[in-house]
């Protein structure tokens, strides 16, 4: 056996062996019955009168509890969130719908401009030998590359400005250089 394994075993063991011990030893094994010949004031057996008092305790304690309750007047708040509580949701609070977009065939399209689908900063530009490099959003790109996954590619760059392209050749855009402030 694994020592944890062993661990458990024992810990179960004594668990019994401290239940077993509350019962004879606490006088809980006699079925609540009193001790041999003990008899109590009252000339009824011992704990008799013990228990009595003890419920006397106990429904005193209801009661002060019961009045304690009644008197107080809950806020309103609590009493609609109570009394709402059993109604459905109208919607899962988590669940957050976005409205359809109108269809193609709905919308009049007059020209069709296709634009980067984020906005492309151009804030500086790298030359190592005869190789540039620009920098858009803080990345780097070179000519030919695909800037940002807008679906423009990178067409040319010069130190005040860049031009982008779409994939098709068809729209083209310049980006003017934009210093960073410190």
Same mark, same amino acid.
């Given at each position: 056996?694994? +020592?944890?394994? +062993?661990?458990?075993?024992?810990?179960?063991?004594?668990?019994?062996?401290?239940?077993?011990?509350?019962?004879?030893?606490?006088?809980?094994? #006699?079925?609540?019955?009193?001790?041999? *010949?003990?008899?109590?004031?009252?000339?009824? @057996?011992? *704990?008799?009168?013990?228990?009595? #008092?003890?419920?006397?305790?106990?429904?005193?304690?209801?009661?002060?509890?019961?009045?304690?309750?009644?008197?107080?007047?809950?806020?309103?708040?609590?009493?609609?969130?109570?009394?709402?509580?059993?109604? @459905?949701?109208?919607?899962?609070?988590?669940?957050?719908?976005?409205?359809?977009?109108?269809?193609?065939?709905?919308?009049?399209?007059?020209?069709?401009?296709?634009?980067?689908?984020?906005?492309?900063?151009?804030?500086?530009?790298?030359?190592?030998?005869?190789?540039?490099?620009?920098?858009?959003?803080?990345?780097?790109?070179?000519?030919? #590359? #695909?800037?940002?996954?807008?679906?423009?590619?990178?067409?040319?760059?010069?130190?005040?400005?860049?031009?982008?392209?779409?994939?098709?050749?068809?729209?083209?855009?310049?980006?003017?250089?934009?210093?960073?402030?410190?």
């Amino acid at each position: 056996m694994a +020592k944890r394994e +062993k661990f458990i075993i024992i810990v179960a063991i004594l668990a019994v062996l401290g239940y077993v011990g509350s019962l004879l030893f606490a006088g809980g094994g #006699d079925g609540g019955k009193s001790p041999r *010949g003990a008899v109590a004031s009252k000339g009824g @057996p011992a *704990g008799v009168g013990a228990s009595i #008092d003890s419920l006397a305790q106990l429904q005193k304690s209801i009661d002060e509890s019961q009045k304690t309750v009644s008197d107080a007047k809950p806020e309103e708040i609590a009493v609609y969130v109570v009394a709402n509580s059993d109604r @459905p949701f109208p919607q899962d609070p988590f669940y957050f719908r976005v409205k359809a977009q109108e269809t193609e065939s709905e919308t009049v399209v007059e020209e069709e401009v296709m634009v980067p689908s984020i906005t492309l900063i151009y804030t500086g530009f790298i030359q190592v030998g005869r190789k540039f490099m620009a920098i858009i959003n803080g990345l780097e790109y070179e000519i030919g #590359d #695909d800037v940002a996954g807008t679906g423009f590619l990178l067409r040319s760059i010069r130190p005040d400005r860049i031009e982008i392209v779409s994939r098709e050749g068809k729209y083209s855009s310049q980006i003017p250089f934009v210093e960073e402030g410190l």
